[in-house]
């Protein structure tokens, strides 16, 4: 299993950015996708999950209300729609894959890695 995260960029606080993940190599119906993101000097921290292809989502307190994750499970892609970034929004951003089926996830959690792409939010 490949997973590819694009989408990110540089952009002013306030602005929108939707990243992409694109997976290849088998069915991802099953599995959870997730975002995590890591920014300079910080572990890698969980940013959102999805179930199947909506049923359920979970979101960490800092994004919630801002970000709104979602998948297309036919087309094996997921995405982040990123609202009202902040500065404190800017890391490194990876979408990941597990089998595992909980309410809270952390990186060891999951099965499955993609290259991560940069967000900055910088006036």
């Known amino acids: 299993v490949q997973l590819q995260a694009s989408g990110g960029g540089s952009v002013q606080p306030g602005a929108s950015l939707r990243l992409s993940c694109t997976v290849s190599g088998r069915t991802f119906s099953s599995y959870v996708m997730a975002w995590f993101r890591q920014a300079p000097g910080n572990e890698r921290e969980f940013v959102a999950a999805?179930?199947?292809?909506?049923?359920?989502?979970y979101y960490a307190d800092a994004v919630k209300g801002r970000f709104t994750i979602s998948r297309v499970s036919a087309a094996n892609t997921g995405f982040l729609q990123m609202s009202s970034l902040k500065p404190e929004d800017t890391a490194v951003y990876y979408c990941?894959?597990?089998?595992?089926?909980?309410?809270?996830?952390?990186?060891?959690?999951?099965?499955?890695w993609g290259k991560g792409t940069q967000v900055t939010v910088s006036s």
């Open positions: 990941a894959a597990t089998a595992l089926y909980k309410t809270n996830y952390f990186p060891n959690d999951m099965n499955y």
């Open positions: 999805i179930i199947r292809d909506g049923a359920i989502t």
